[in-house]
């Protein structure tokens, strides 16, 4: 790895690393390397889980393929694979029991987004209106 894309990883001195990251209502584990939906693991391999904790860094936000190769697979070339597009439907199948594939969308101008709310429903605050 070069030292420029070395840098892009890694926070600044001083910023900490979060060892959560939401993803709608899956709690991604940095240190298990894994996803919770309530009290349930949800099994992802660790491309899978990279490729969620990515997408989670900004929700919303469309993440091209070439750039998911760059930050979750760590390669700056076309490997001429569907890699990225088989990790999705991974990642989406190991979801689908918790009726949350849908959180993990595709683009129509192509790449992938996380389509979830900031907040996990679970803790949202019911305002009785």
């Known amino acids: 790895m070069n030292s420029i894309a070395a840098s892009n990883n890694f ?11 939401e993803a709608g209502d899956v709690t991604l584990d940095l ?3 894994d ?7 949800v099994g992802f391999h660790p491309r899978e889980f990279e490729l969620l ?10 993440m091209t393929r ?5 930050d979750v697979w760590r390669i700056d070339f076309e490997p001429h694979t569907n890699s990225v597009a088989v990790h999705v439907a ?10 949350l594939s849908g959180i993990l969308a ?4 192509g790449g992938y987004f996380l389509d979830a709310p900031q907040d ?9 209106a």
């Open 11 to 21: 926070p600044e001195d001083d910023t900490l690393i979060p060892r959560f990251r």
């Open 31 to 33: 240190f298990h390397r």
């Open 35 to 41: 996803g919770r939906v309530d009290d349930r693991w």
């Open 53 to 62: 904790w990515r997408l989670a860094e900004q929700p919303g936000e469309r």
């Open 66 to 70: 070439k750039q998911l190769l760059l």
């Open 90 to 99: 991974r990642v989406r199948s190991k979801l689908a029991p918790f009726g």
């Open 106 to 109: 595709t683009d129509p101008e």
């Open 120 to 128: 996990p429903s679970g803790f949202l605050i019911d305002s009785g």
